[in-house]
Protein backbone atom coordinates (compact mmCIF):
# COMPACT_ATOMS: atom_id res chain seq x y z
CA UNK A 1 0.00 0.00 0.00
CA UNK A 2 0.96 3.46 -0.68
CA UNK A 3 0.14 6.45 0.92
CA UNK A 4 0.36 9.83 -0.52
CA UNK A 5 -0.62 13.65 1.55
CA UNK A 6 -1.56 16.57 -0.11
CA UNK A 7 -3.05 20.02 1.21
CA UNK A 8 -0.41 21.28 3.73
CA UNK A 9 1.06 24.45 3.50
CA UNK A 10 1.87 27.74 5.42
CA UNK A 11 -1.53 29.70 6.97
CA UNK A 12 -2.05 32.19 9.41
CA UNK A 13 -3.58 31.37 12.73
CA UNK A 14 -7.78 30.24 12.37
CA UNK A 15 -7.17 29.68 8.64
CA UNK A 16 -8.00 26.40 7.37
CA UNK A 17 -6.81 23.13 5.43
CA UNK A 18 -7.78 20.21 4.04
CA UNK A 19 -5.25 18.00 3.89
CA UNK A 20 -5.92 14.28 1.54
CA UNK A 21 -4.69 10.70 1.49
CA UNK A 22 -5.33 8.68 -1.08
CA UNK A 23 -4.46 4.90 -1.31
CA UNK A 24 -2.98 2.96 -4.24
CA UNK A 25 -2.20 -1.25 -4.64
CA UNK A 26 -4.92 -2.12 -2.14
CA UNK A 27 -8.57 -0.99 -1.01
CA UNK A 28 -8.53 0.32 2.35
CA UNK A 29 -11.91 -0.57 3.16
CA UNK A 30 -10.75 -3.20 6.00
CA UNK A 31 -8.12 -0.23 7.72
CA UNK A 32 -8.31 1.31 10.34
CA UNK A 33 -6.59 5.55 9.02
CA UNK A 34 -5.10 7.85 11.32
CA UNK A 35 -3.55 11.22 10.57
CA UNK A 36 -0.52 11.59 12.72
CA UNK A 37 1.56 14.80 13.72
CA UNK A 38 5.00 15.34 14.67
CA UNK A 39 6.37 18.91 15.69
CA UNK A 40 10.16 19.66 15.41
CA UNK A 41 11.33 18.34 18.66
CA UNK A 42 8.10 16.57 19.85
CA UNK A 43 6.99 12.89 20.12
CA UNK A 44 4.37 11.92 17.38
CA UNK A 45 0.54 11.83 18.52
CA UNK A 46 -2.39 10.72 16.76
CA UNK A 47 -4.50 13.48 15.92
CA UNK A 48 -7.56 11.88 14.38
CA UNK A 49 -8.26 8.38 13.79
CA UNK A 50 -11.38 6.47 11.81
CA UNK A 51 -12.18 2.97 11.85
CA UNK A 52 -12.50 1.13 9.08
CA UNK A 53 -16.54 1.52 7.93
CA UNK A 54 -16.15 4.99 9.07
CA UNK A 55 -18.36 4.37 12.34
CA UNK A 56 -16.48 5.54 14.94
CA UNK A 57 -13.52 8.21 15.12
CA UNK A 58 -10.90 9.76 17.49
CA UNK A 59 -9.33 12.82 18.78
CA UNK A 60 -6.90 13.71 20.68
CA UNK A 61 -7.73 16.70 23.21
CA UNK A 62 -6.65 19.74 21.69
CA UNK A 63 -7.77 19.30 18.43
CA UNK A 64 -11.51 18.28 19.11
CA UNK A 65 -14.10 20.69 17.80
CA UNK A 66 -11.62 22.04 14.98
CA UNK A 67 -10.57 18.97 12.73
CA UNK A 68 -13.07 16.87 11.47
CA UNK A 69 -11.57 13.23 9.94
CA UNK A 70 -13.26 11.53 7.16
CA UNK A 71 -12.98 8.76 4.67
CA UNK A 72 -14.55 8.08 0.92
CA UNK A 73 -13.74 4.00 0.15
CA UNK A 74 -15.01 4.84 -3.29
CA UNK A 75 -12.16 7.75 -3.82
CA UNK A 76 -9.52 5.31 -1.50
CA UNK A 77 -8.83 8.33 0.28
CA UNK A 78 -9.12 9.49 4.19
CA UNK A 79 -9.57 13.07 4.91
CA UNK A 80 -8.49 15.64 7.81
CA UNK A 81 -10.43 18.73 7.75
CA UNK A 82 -8.55 21.59 10.24
CA UNK A 83 -10.13 24.48 11.33
CA UNK A 84 -9.41 27.46 13.36
CA UNK A 85 -5.61 26.28 13.09
CA UNK A 86 -3.09 27.53 15.89
CA UNK A 87 0.66 27.76 15.70
CA UNK A 88 0.81 24.59 17.69
CA UNK A 89 -0.78 23.11 15.23
CA UNK A 90 2.42 23.45 13.22
CA UNK A 91 4.07 19.66 12.64
CA UNK A 92 4.51 16.91 9.87
CA UNK A 93 1.22 15.60 9.04
CA UNK A 94 1.42 12.24 7.97
CA UNK A 95 -1.61 9.35 7.26
CA UNK A 96 -1.27 6.12 8.52
CA UNK A 97 -3.41 2.97 8.06
CA UNK A 98 -3.58 -0.71 9.92
CA UNK A 99 -5.66 -3.63 8.64
CA UNK A 100 -8.71 -3.75 11.15
CA UNK A 101 -12.46 -4.16 11.04
CA UNK A 102 -13.07 -3.31 14.63
CA UNK A 103 -15.35 -1.38 16.31
CA UNK A 104 -12.82 1.72 17.40
CA UNK A 105 -10.07 2.38 15.82
CA UNK A 106 -6.59 2.16 17.15
CA UNK A 107 -5.15 4.99 19.08
CA UNK A 108 -1.65 3.32 19.19
CA UNK A 109 0.85 4.15 16.65
CA UNK A 110 2.75 1.19 16.84
CA UNK A 111 -0.13 -0.34 15.25
CA UNK A 112 -0.23 1.94 12.36
CA UNK A 113 2.29 -0.17 9.46
CA UNK A 114 1.80 1.41 6.33
CA UNK A 115 2.88 5.18 6.31
CA UNK A 116 2.47 8.00 4.15
CA UNK A 117 5.36 10.67 3.39
CA UNK A 118 3.88 13.36 5.08
CA UNK A 119 3.04 16.79 4.51
CA UNK A 120 4.01 20.18 5.90
CA UNK A 121 1.51 22.50 8.03
CA UNK A 122 3.00 25.28 8.88
CA UNK A 123 0.45 27.87 11.17
CA UNK A 124 2.12 31.78 11.81
CA UNK A 125 0.75 33.69 14.38
Known amino acids: VQLVESGGGLVQAGDSLRLSCVAS????????MAWIRQAPGKEREIVAAINWNGAKTYYTDSVKGRFTISRDHAKNSVYLEMNSLKPEDTAVYSCAARGATSAQPSITISEYYYWGQGTQVTVSS
Open 25 to 32: GRTLSSYD
